[in-house]
């Protein structure tokens, strides 16, 4: 069973660094088809999707945090990362670390969720 | 980026009724389009990928159809446990992206 879970601060202050990290069981961060990603939620809105990796090292990000953003992995511990720099209260949300599928025969979807990190952004 | 918007924001309906979302892109992704159930305080979960391709475990009184830009959700018979929000995500390309959602609350 493919399990991932988010760890990392609940509270950061403005101007300083949001860093997270999802570590994955069941599965290995270099199996091929699949890509890991980040997702938010801020509170009471919809879902935003951060940016993904592959094992490879391939990435792509959104545009619209692209500057601030930073994912990577590290196979040796089956763990990927998430750094967000320059935070402000607009970044509070529920950060989600997610598998996503990349398959001609399963499609391209997030397939498997960790339970969600919730980050406020005060001082 | 593709802008998902999704109808209606909110709806209210019965136990055994039939539910339709409706999902439209700004322009076409194909069939890249995946629906989502997420209940309050929980992550998203994965019910249709690919437009009509129903996830494994998924109750079958779920079902997707469209391509193109036009989409749509169908819950046959809602039942007590898919009262929640529900959202449609194209795959077609980066950056990924999400409709607004839909609440499905109880009549």
């Known amino acids: 069973q493919v399990q991932l879970q988010e760890s990392g601060p609940g509270l950061v202050k403005p101007s300083e660094t949001l860093s997270l990290t999802c570590s994955v069981s069941?599965?290995?961060?270099?199996?091929?088809?699949?890509?890991w990603s980040w997702i938010r939620q801020p509170p009471d809105k919809g879902l935003e999707w951060i940016g993904h990796i592959y094992y490879s090292g391939s990435i792509n990000y959104n545009p619209s945090l692209k500057s601030r953003v930073t994912i990577s992995v590290d196979t040796s511990k089956n763990q990927f990362s998430l750094k967000l720099t320059s935070v402000t209260a607009a970044d509070t949300a529920v950060y989600y670390c997610a598998r996503g599928r990349y398959s001609n025969s399963s499609g391209r979807a997030f397939d498997i969720w960790g339970q969600g990190t919730m980050v406020t952004v005060s001082s | 980026d593709i802008q998902m918007t999704q109808s209606p924001s909110s709806l209210s309906a019965s136990v055994g009724d039939r539910v339709t979302i409706n999902c439209r892109a700004s322009q076409s992704i194909n069939r890249y389009l995946n629906w989502y159930q997420q209940k309050v305080g929980k992550a998203p979960k994965l019910l249709i990928y690919a437009t009509s391709s129903l996830e494994s475990g998924v109750p079958s009184r779920f079902s997707g159809s469209g391509s193109g830009t036009d989409f749509t959700l169908i819950i046959n018979s809602v039942q007590p446990e898919d009262f929640a929000s529900y959202y449609c995500?194209?795959?077609?390309?980066?950056?990924?992206?999400f409709g607004q959602g839909t609440k499905v609350e109880i009549k």
């Open positions: 069941g599965d290995s961060v270099s199996s091929d088809n699949y890509y």
């Open positions: 995500q194209q795959s077609y390309i980066t950056p990924r992206t």
